[in-house]
């Protein structure tokens, strides 16, 4: 599937389906929680707590609260 698109239909109450290879090369599991962004003519989904809340990094993350924050973004908060 690489970066080739997929073509999906939606169903009758707004949903589509992510194909199995997408959802195993993310470790998407049933019940997770993913997230989705509208940037301009495009969605985005990615999986929630993989990526700092403040600046999308994905490296260094912390669990804080409900929310998961990167290292840099803990010292630029601390700075403040």
Excluded: A, W
């Excluded at 969605?43 to 260094?60: A, E, M, N, P």
């Amino acid at each position: 599937m690489g970066n080739q698109g997929v073509k999906k239909k939606i169903d009758n109450l707004g949903r589509i389906v992510i194909p199995k290879e997408y959802r195993n090369n993310l470790k998407i599991n049933k019940y997770d929680e993913l997230e989705i962004f509208l940037e301009s003519d495009h969605l985005s989904i990615r999986k929630t707590g993989q990526y700092c809340r403040i600046c999308g990094g994905g490296t260094s993350i912390h669990k804080v609260e409900d929310s998961y924050i990167c290292s840099n973004c803990i010292i630029k908060i601390k700075k403040c």
